[in-house]
């Protein structure tokens, strides 16, 4: 077993409310900490479970079985110029060069606000670039591969009657 940190954003409970906070510990949920962030009800976990696309899935489906509503996982899968340099611990500048195509080709294109100064990139993509010119490793590939399905179904579809948890552990035994 593994220790995998990542954090659920949710809504539809407060955490002054002592029956939610109870009910998340009934159903498992005491590797969490629980906090309000910009409106935003923030579970960080410090989950050990078998796989990571695992740890996720069970996450979720105790904090609905609790109440909640599951909006989203972060770390996001869209990432800025600053994120990037971030997660993968190069600096800003090289970054920006590699976007530019000016020490690498073949640098994933902006996926959301492409002509605006502020373009988001998707951290698989970006992830996947950076794995096969070294710079990352897979495991942080697929762990990016996995949070980006799991926004998508989380987004698209309530997560019990998805088959969420299989997705997930689909895409993690195939790559």
């Given at each position: 077993m593994?220790?995998?940190?990542?954090?659920?954003?949710?809504?539809?409970q407060?955490?002054?409310?002592?029956?939610?906070?109870?009910?998340?510990?009934?159903?498992?949920?005491?590797d969490v900490t629980?906090?309000?962030q910009k409106g935003a009800l923030i579970a960080e976990f410090n989950r050990?479970?078998?796989s990571f696309s695992r740890?996720?899935?069970?996450?979720?489906?105790?904090i609905e079985k609790a109440g909640a509503n599951v909006e989203r996982?972060?770390?996001?899968?869209?990432?800025?110029?600053s994120e990037i340099a971030?997660?993968?611990?190069?600096?800003?500048?090289?970054?920006?060069?590699?976007?530019?195509?000016?020490?690498?080709?073949?640098?994933?294109?902006?996926?959301?606000?492409?002509?605006?100064k502020h373009p988001l990139w998707d951290w698989y993509q970006v992830a996947d670039w950076l794995c096969s010119n070294s710079f990352i490793d897979k495991e942080t590939v697929?762990?990016?591969?996995?949070?980006?399905?799991?926004?998508?179904?989380?987004?698209?579809?309530?997560?019990?009657h998805d088959g969420f948890a299989e997705r997930l552990e689909k895409l993690e035994a195939a790559a």
């Open positions: 593994k220790n995998f940190e990542f954090a659920i954003i949710a809504s539809g407060s955490i002054e409310d002592d029956g939610f906070l109870d009910a998340l510990f009934e159903t498992g949920c005491d629980i906090s309000l050990e479970a078998v740890a996720i899935a069970s996450a979720c489906e105790q996982i972060e770390p996001d899968h869209l990432v800025t110029l971030e997660r993968c611990e190069l600096s800003k500048a090289a970054i920006s060069l590699y976007t530019k195509g000016k020490r690498l080709d073949g640098f994933p294109s902006p996926t959301v606000k492409v002509t605006s697929i762990r990016a591969r996995i949070v980006k399905e799991a926004n998508i179904v989380i987004n698209s579809s309530k997560i019990e």
